[in-house]
C-alpha cells in the first residue's frame, strides 16, 4: 500500500472518534490488551508520563517532552487528535512519525487489525507504543486521548500520573457531573504511582484523594506547590513569547521564565508541569534549570505544537485558538477581552455533539459572524450554526467551508481589528494548513 492508501484504509475500516464521534468509540481494554499482546507488549520496554484532564492536558504534555528533550533525553510523544497529517500524532524528540514506517506497521498487523476490529484510537495507541518501543525511547509523554480509566492508553504504569484540570466535556461518555468526570480522568493513578494534579478544584478534589488513597499512591496538587503569574510586556504577540514569575512554596522559583505559547491560560498548566518535572527528578533524571528554560521557551521548535493562541496574521491580528469546551472557550474569551482592537471578527465551527448553545451564550455580542463548517462528518453544518447563533443574538451568516469563513473576515477586517478563529480543532485544523 502506499501512504495514502495506508491512511484511506484507517480512516475507512477503522473509525476515527475525531471524525464521525460516538461511532468510532469503544469502551473498555480488551482491544487494546489483546493489541499489546500480540505485539509483545511494547508499552513495557519503555519508560512514561501518563497526562489526562479536560483541558490543557495537550500543552502539559508537550512542555514536559520539551523540557526532557531540552535535557538531552531520547523522547517519545503521543498526543491526539492531530492538526493537519496523521504522522503528527506521534513523534520522536519532535520528529513526525515517518509516514513509510506507518505503511510497513499497517502492512504488517492488518491481519491482526481484521481479526481484533479495534477503534481507529486503539490502532494510534498501539502504533504508538509499538514504534517508542522499538526505537528505544527513554521516555515517552502520553496524552490520554478520551476520560482516562477506560482509555486506550491506560495499559501503561508511568513513573508518574498528571491531571490538569476537570470541566464538561464529552458529558455522554464520560458523566454528568464533574465527580464523575473527575473519576473516569482518576482511572490513570496507578498503584503506587506518584499522582500530580495540576489545579486544585474544591468540587471534584475528594474524588482523586480517594482513589490515591485506594491506590497507595503519593498525590500531589500542584498549584499547593507552584504559582505562575504573568508578567504584561506588550509584545508578546510579536516575540511569540510571554513571560512568567515562578513561585515555589510562596518563594522565587527560576526567576523569569519565557513560554514560547502565548494562551494566558497557561498559568494553569505551568504548575502541573514543574511538579512532574520535580518527580522525574526524584526518580533519577536529570532536568538541570536551562533544560527547564529552554524547553519552555522552544516547546513549539522542540515539539511541534501548534493551535494554541496561534498567530497566523497581523494588522489585522489573526489568532486561532483550539479551545471549545466551556471551561477552555471561557479562559480563551477572557484572552480576547484583553485586547485592544476597533472590531471582532469571530470565525466559528462547531461539531454536532457539543453542547453549542452554552458556547453561543458566552460569545460576544458586540462581534461579527462568520459561521462555517469543517469537512468532517461530524461537524454541525454552517447553516444549523447561523440559525443557532441568531437565535442567541449574534449577529452573522454562514460562509460554509472554512476558507471561505476566514477569507471574508480577513476581506473585512481593518488593521486595528482582530480575527479570532476557533470553536472546533478541526476548524483550527484547516485553518493551520491553509496559513502554515
Not at 490520554?144 to 464529552?170: A, C
Not at 510586556?233 to 516575540?239: D, H, R, S, V
Amino acid at each position: 500500500m502506499t501512504y495514502a492508501e495506508t491512511l484511506a484504509y484507517l480512516y475507512q475500516q477503522l473509525p476515527m472518534f475525531q471524525r464521525v464521534g460516538m461511532a468510532g468509540f469503544k469502551k473498555g481494554l480488551d482491544n487494546a490488551l489483546a493489541l499489546s499482546a500480540a505485539m509483545g507488549q511494547p508499552e513495557r520496554r519503555f519508560r512514561s508520563v501518563h497526562v489526562a484532564g479536560t483541558n490543557g492536558k495537550g500543552s502539559s504534555s508537550h512542555l514536559l517532552a520539551a523540557v526532557l528533550q531540552a535535557a538531552g533525553y531520547k523522547v517519545g510523544l503521543y498526543t491526539s487528535p492531530h492538526l493537519r497529517e496523521f504522522t503528527e500524532r506521534i513523534r520522536l524528540n519532535g520528529q513526525e512519525l515517518p509516514p513509510d514506517y506507518l505503511v510497513d506497521w499497517v502492512t504488517r498487523w492488518r491481519g491482526l487489525f481484521e481479526q481484533v476490529q479495534p477503534s481507529f484510537f486503539e490502532m494510534c495507541v498501539a502504533l504508538a507504543y509499538d514504534y517508542f518501543a522499538r526505537m528505544e525511547v527513554d521516555i515517552a509523554v502520553i496524552e490520554v486521548g478520551l476520560g482516562g480509566r477506560l482509555d486506550s492508553t491506560n495499559i501503561i504504569t508511568p513513573l508518574v500520573s498528571l491531571i490538569t484540570n476537570i470541566s464538561y466535556d464529552h458529558q455522554a461518555l464520560l458523566g454528568d457531573t464533574l465527580p464523575q468526570i473527575a473519576s473516569e480522568k482518576a482511572g490513570i493513578i496507578k498503584p503506587g504511582v506518584p499522582a500530580v494534579v495540576s489545579l486544585t478544584q474544591p468540587e471534584v478534589q475528594h474524588v482523586f484523594e480517594d482513589k490515591a488513597r485506594q491506590e497507595g499512591s503519593a498525590l500531589l496538587f500542584a498549584d499547593d506547590l507552584y504559582q505562575a503569574e504573568r508578567i504584561a510586556q506588550g509584545q508578546e504577540e510579536e516575540t511569540g513569547l510571554q513571560a512568567f514569575e515562578l513561585r515555589r512554596n510562596g518563594k522565587p522559583y527560576l526567576g523569569t521564565v519565557e513560554l514560547g505559547l502565548l494562551g494566558h491560560y497557561q498559568r494553569l498548566n505551568l504548575p502541573g508541569v514543574l511538579a512532574v518535572l520535580d518527580e522525574l527528578r526524584r526518580q533519577g533524571f536529570e532536568l538541570p534549570e536551562a533544560a527547564v528554560r529552554r524547553g519552555l521557551r522552544e516547546v513549539t521548535q522542540l515539539t511541534g505544537l501548534r493551535g494554541r493562541w496561534s498567530i497566523i496574521g497581523r494588522r489585522p491580528l489573526v489568532v486561532c485558538d483550539t479551545g471549545h469546551n466551556e471551561a477552555g472557550l471561557r479562559l480563551v474569551l477572557e484572552q480576547l477581552g484583553r485586547l485592544r482592537y476597533r472590531r471582532l471578527h469571530m470565525v466559528i465551527g462547531a461539531v454536532n455533539d457539543k453542547d453549542v448553545a452554552k458556547m453561543l451564550a458566552m460569545l460576544p455580542r458586540e462581534a461579527s459572524y462568520y459561521f462555517c463548517q469543517a469537512a468532517i462528518p461530524r461537524a454541525l453544518p454552517g447553516d444549523e450554526l447561523a440559525t443557532m447563533a441568531a437565535a442567541a443574538g449574534l449577529l452573522g451568516q454562514n460562509f460554509g467551508p472554512v476558507a471561505a469563513a476566514v477569507a471574508a473576515a480577513r476581506q473585512s477586517a481593518l488593521p486595528d481589528d482582530v480575527v479570532f478563529i476557533g470553536g472546533s480543532t478541526f476548524v483550527v485544523a484547516e485553518v493551520d494548513e491553509l496559513y502554515s
